[in-house]
């Protein structure tokens, strides 16, 4: 059955699923290492700061992980680079005057500083100065940041393209680069995007603090980490939505068809339902077997219960 699935889907949907797969397995480390790299430079700094051997301890567990991730992170991200040539050629060659600088800069500016640098925060503790190996982890906290600013802003542009012209040959050429770099939605998704990542890696410090705690309920590294990350958790996770919610507006505001879409509706209505489950019907333009709650939809992209969604 699913061999003849394949052989009837046409080009366009296999190559949804191809790209589709590489973003969903891509976006696992840079969610994760960004707030990572964060995090050893926190514990380094504070190491140097108070001379605490737990922190220090701290430093060298996580770099590890860090080093494995980052590394998944590049490997996966040049496949899917690739597949912007492969998968999606008209695009490419469409918007590659716009997309292609950005993401070369994203190469010039984040990745070469990542990478000078990572191999100083890695291998050199023992071989630097404190003060030169703490910068080097820095360098690669900020490096991170960096390319996150550079690819949402490439994606941003793809969602809310401004600062553009179309030339003799059907291409988006760039006629201002500040409107197209902090293009409507930018903002907002960097922020979300930024703030998902620290929350990710305080989840994920955090679990692992829970696990060695149940383990050994005494030891200080692990009642650290733990501490850490919920403190993390908790400043962070109410700030993602404040800044969901803004996002959200943003998208409404620019991409009101998307959102439909999203929430399941096929009308404009006023006191329009949150669709908590359902299927979608084409042919009916109607959510069957819907679980809905009226009202909810217009209050949360609208902040009215009566708005018309």
Request: charged residues 10%; proline residues 4%; neutral net charge.
């Amino acid at each position: 059955m699913l061999e003849s699935w394949f052989s009837q889907a046409d080009a366009v949907l296999l190559a949804r699923f191809q790209f589709a797969f590489t973003v969903a397995f891509h976006i696992i480390f840079p969610a994760f290492t960004i707030g990572l790299a964060s995090f050893l430079a926190v514990l380094e700094g504070l190491y140097l700061k108070t001379r605490n051997p737990v922190y220090q301890k701290l430093f060298r567990y996580w770099v590890k992980i860090f080093a494995v991730a980052f590394g998944m992170g590049v490997v996966s991200g040049i496949v899917m680079s690739y597949q912007f040539g492969t998968n999606w050629a008209v695009f490419s060659d469409k918007a590659g005057p716009v997309i292609g600088p950005l993401m070369g800069y994203e190469v010039l500016t984040a990745f070469f500083l990542e990478a000078g640098f990572l191999g100083v925060m890695l291998f050199g503790m023992n071989k630097v100065g404190e003060r030169l190996h703490f910068f080097a982890t820095l360098m690669v906290a900020v490096g991170t940041a960096i390319s996150a600013f550079w690819i949402l802003s490439v994606n941003s542009w793809m969602q809310t393209p401004a600062g553009f012209a179309m030339n003799e040959q059907g291409q988006f050429i760039v006629t201002s680069w500040f409107e197209a770099i902090f293009n409507p939605s930018f903002p907002y998704r960097l922020a979300h995007m930024l703030l998902a990542a620290y929350l990710t890696t305080a989840f994920v410090v955090g679990a692992v603090g829970a696990w060695h705690l149940l383990k050994d309920s005494t030891s200080a590294s692990a009642r650290k980490m733990f501490s850490m990350a919920m403190w993390m958790a908790l400043i962070v996770a109410p700030l993602q939505v404040f800044v969901g919610d803004l996002h959200g507006l943003n998208t409404q505001e620019h991409q009101p068809a998307k959102v439909a879409a999203m929430e399941g509706h096929f009308e404009t209505q006023s006191n329009a339902p949150l669709y908590l489950f359902g299927l979608p019907n084409q042919t009916t333009a109607e959510v069957d077997y819907a679980v809905k709650i009226p009202g909810l939809a217009s209050l949360i992209l609208q902040h009215d219960i009566n708005a018309a969604s």
